[in-house]
């Protein structure tokens, strides 16, 4: 096997003392920096690339040092959506759905250490994709024209339903509120501004990072100011209990299969250019929820395999993102935007001839990625100990400290106080839209698809002349169609069956979950 | 005696060592060096910051090690209103800028504000726009591509990685009006969110034809899977690139070279601007930039103080000119 062989080569490269290093401080830095709401693997990445060409490292450490933090903090996002329903960044979101309400319950440990395990499936199965499918997967990303790309995102938004709220109507009015705000800023396909009144800083967009730490952070500290020293919050917030630290083998092999069908979406998700981890973990979740929990029965309240689904997912994303960055030279997430323009300066160009042209950074930089995902596993399983101690700090400490880290954050990435405001109004309508009961999920999903579905549908149209039916000119585009509306229309039927036989069952007295 | 004889000495030489530095510095050396990018990190604006910053303080030009600020937003009119506002007056700022900058500035897309507010610096390179197709594409020349466009505009669908309006749009536009395309809007331009991925789309069949910087198709054109028709430099680039034919020979008068470089607060001081203006000239000419500028596909553009002011004053006139024409502005 040529492959073998050649990755055989890159462990040689990876393996050297100074390499092993730089991917141990990567890997740990990652994983504060993708803990810290705000500062996500985009930005941790940033943040480093000085000290790399500082420290005078070649290509190959670089690369390692730099690819160690961006899964680093692919699995750092996890630990505050557990902890603190707080995402770290935009893949961990859909994390909260069930690591806040299992964290509630006592299994805090249970969770991180089962997403630490998710995790590891999702970039160990992604990295060996990457190795021996690189090559011919690009030729899937060139499958998706925009007419496929935005029927891609019509299926994110069909399987929305499912998500997080009892009430779909209150679902569907979040999504709405979300795809509102994505229209912020100016238009690329006709240059013109849109709902900017006339301010130059809304002009690009609202920022994803901004809204989360807004909506869900902000708002936390909000409601916590809200109920100061009531006895109600006393009462509210019972004493949580860490639980057992390593979750049994059971539950593992319980979740297996979750993880591995996780593990296929997430990186066909990260292969697609413009796609990416955010994608990747939510229809992780979403598809997840449909296959083992239709009725909408234990998905929100706490299920395992509802944080081993995403994690595995976003993690397989990433694995998946670097396909379309080392292959095509196109970056399929933020992150490996800034990747690629390290790469540039390194003097290397990615693109179809990268593998023939540097085969040692390539096979090097896999070898790294599977040498720090162990480096991960490792370091991350004896660390849910240490990450749990923050749930036993009193809220009247955290949430000062939650507020603070957000503003630092936040103000770090853009220097903008202008951002601040933005963020603050976030938390002011966070705070209302928790009042009303309504889910935050939909609103950042939202304002993060809602973009991107826009653009695809306009160029599709646009190509074909003002013709919509390039939309189903395709069969990708029909075959991704039918799942949209399959997975759109069954659960109404099925799930009504569904409940009506819950119902039965409950009158019955049976059903104690 | 002979001690304060030596110490005398010294310090002459002391002296006689600093005569040329301070006149070099012409009174004036940034306390406090800083380069605002107007991006976030991993952009062009971003490059351009950190390279010049590195190699600056590589080639001992400035005294300390250049802080890189990432201020995005608008398009770069975040950090433009940021200089003007609040920092008219810092002589230790510079900011990066390119044909982007000076595209927004015409169209007027950063609102209250005009390129007369800031002093521009020196231009530090330029990225030559080219126009491809895929590989296995029937029109092997530029005049083929646009006969086709005036023929029937519907048939060519054009994509590059700005926005409608934006640098990659009215590259196609230039070369469209030189090659006697009367009505340029019916040109059929779809915007992408950078050139990596419009080349994508070219190669999925989605698009006829892109329209990009020479750096963003480069990986593409080494692996043979797209034919650069053009590229719209004056003359042929060197190097690698000297078999790719101008616009300009093929009789399609068309140059668009997408620039980077460096303006300053409007109200920085003579000596502080001179200063800067010498210290990227100097960077420009040292065998360090050349190495870089040959790693990034950057073409020469060696443009500085008011040559590279009446530079960016002119095509912001062009810019607005062809701007109405297409109806981006009134």
């Known amino acids: 096997m040529d492959t073998l062989a050649s990755l055989a080569d890159g462990f040689v490269v990876a393996l050297t003392f100074q390499n092993i290093l730089l991917a141990l401080v990567g890997c740990f830095l990652g994983t504060i920096m993708g803990a810290l709401p705000g500062l996500g693997p985009s930005n941790g990445v940033a943040i480093l690339i000085p000290v790399a060409f500082t420290l005078g490292l070649g290509p190959t450490p670089a690369l390692i040092l730099l690819t160690s933090v961006y899964y680093g903090a692919m699995y750092g996002g996890r630990i505050s959506s557990i902890l603190l329903n707080i995402p770290g960044d935009e893949p961990a979101l859909m994390t909260c759905l069930d690591g806040y309400p299992m964290a509630k319950q006592g299994r805090a440990g249970e969770a991180l250490a089962l997403s630490g395990i998710a995790s590891f499936v999702g970039a160990f199965f992604a990295t060996w994709g990457l190795v021996l499918l690189a090559p011919q997967l690009v030729k899937v990303a060139l499958l998706f024209g925009p007419a496929e790309y935005f029927a891609l995102f019509t299926l994110a938004f069909a399987t929305l339903g499912g998500i997080s709220a009892t009430n779909q109507a209150k679902s569907a009015f979040a999504a709405a509120l979300g795809l509102g705000l994505a229209m912020i800023g100016v238009d690329t396909q006709t240059g013109v501004p849109r709902f900017t009144f006339g301010e130059v800083h809304l002009y690009d967009g609202i920022d994803f990072l901004v809204a989360i730490v807004g909506l869900f952070a902000l708002s936390e500290v909000f409601i916590f100011l809200e109920h100061r020293g009531s006895a109600e919050e006393e009462a509210a917030k019972p004493k949580i209990e860490i639980g057992r630290i390593v979750p049994s083998w059971g539950l593992i092999r319980y979740c297996t299969p ?7 979406l997430g990186f066909i998700a990260g292969v697609l250019p413009g796609a990416g981890a955010s994608l990747g973990s939510f229809i992780s979740y979403s598809i997840e929820k449909k296959v083992v929990d239709s009725s909408g029965k234990t998905f929100g309240k706490g299920d395992p395999r509802g944080v081993a689904a995403p994690e595995a997912g976003n993690n397989a994303a990433a694995g998946g993102a670097l396909v379309p960055m080392l292959a095509l030279g196109v970056p399929g997430s933020g992150t490996t935007a800034v990747l690629l323009a390290v790469l540039l300066s390194l003097n290397i160009t990615p693109g179809p001839l990268l593998f023939s042209q540097n085969p040692d950074v390539v096979w090097g930089l896999i070898a790294a990625l599977f040498i720090g995902n162990l480096m991960l596993l490792a370091m991350n399983i004896p660390m849910v100990g240490l990450f749990t101690r923050v749930l036993m700090v009193p809220p009247r400490i955290l949430m000062p400290v939650v507020a603070m880290i957000s503003f630092v954050g936040i103000y770090g990435i853009s220097g903008s106080s202008f951002d601040l405001l933005v963020m603050i109004a976030f938390g002011v309508g966070g705070w209302a839209l928790r009042k009303l009961d309504v889910p935050l999920v939909p609103v950042i999903l939202g304002t993060l698809l809602g973009n991107e579905m826009e653009v695809n549908l306009r160029r599709a149209v646009t190509i074909d002349d003002g013709n919509y039916g390039i939309l189903v000119g395709s069969p990708l585009a029909i075959a991704l ?33 | 005696m002979t001690l304060t004889a030596l110490r005398r000495g010294l310090t002459a030489a002391a002296l006689i060592a600093c005569a040329p530095l301070s006149a070099l510095a012409q009174d004036f050396t940034p306390s406090n060096p800083e380069c605002i990018a107007p991006a976030n990190p991993g ?26 600020v990432n201020l995005s ?11 003007v506002n609040k920092r008219n007056d810092d002589n230790d700022l510079i900011v990066a800028a390119s044909s982007a900058t000076a595209t927004r500035l015409a169209q007027n897309a950063f609102p209250g504000n005009t390129m007369d507010q800031v002093r521009w610096l020196a231009s530090v390179g330029a990225d030559y ?7 296995d594409s029937e029109i092997n020349t530029l005049p083929k591509l646009m006969d086709k466009m005036k023929a029937d505009p519907k048939s060519v669908a054009i994509g590059g990685g700005s926005a409608v309006g934006g640098w990659d749009h009215l590259k196609v536009l230039i070369a469209a009006q030189e090659a006697g395309i009367e ?12 050139g990596g991925e419009a080349v994508t789309q070219l190669l999925a069949g989605s698009l006829q034809a892109f329209t990009g910087d020479l750096s963003e198709a480069k990986g593409f054109v080494d692996s043979g899977d797209i034919k650069v028709l053009a590229v719209l430099a004056p003359e042929r680039l060197g190097g690698e690139f000297a078999d790719i034919p101008t616009a300009k020979e093929q009789g399609i008068d068309a140059i668009g070279a997408n620039w980077r470089g460096f303006y300053a607060p409007g109200g920085m001081s003579d000596a502080a601007y001179d200063y800067w203006v010498d210290a990227i000239a100097k960077l420009y000419a040292s065998d360090e930039w050349k190495q870089v500028m040959e790693t990034n596909g950057l073409a020469p553009l060696d443009l500085h103080g008011a040559e590279f002011q009446a530079f960016v004053q002119e095509s912001v006139n062009n810019i607005t000119a062809l701007s109405k024409e297409i109806g981006i502005i009134q």
């Open chain 2, 73 to 83: 937003g608008g398009g770069g009119g975040v950090a433009f209103a940021e200089v």
């Open chain 1, 258 to 264: 979750t993880m591995l069908r996780s593990t296929v």
């Open chain 2, 129 to 135: 726009g080219v126009i491809a197709v895929a590989k």
């Open chain 2, 183 to 194: 009505d340029v809007r019916q040109v059929k331009y779809i915007a992408f969110a950078g």
């Open chain 2, 43 to 68: 952009g062009g604006w971003d490059f351009t910051c950190r390279q010049v910053g590195k190699s600056l303080q590589d080639e001992g030009l400035i005294p300390s090690t250049m802080q890189v």
């Open chain 1, 481 to 513: 169609w039918t799942i949209a509306i399959v997975g759109f229309i069954l659960p109404i039927f099925v799930g009504g069956i569904l409940k009506r036989r819950m119902k039965q069952a409950h009158e019955e007295g049976s059903l104690t979950d």
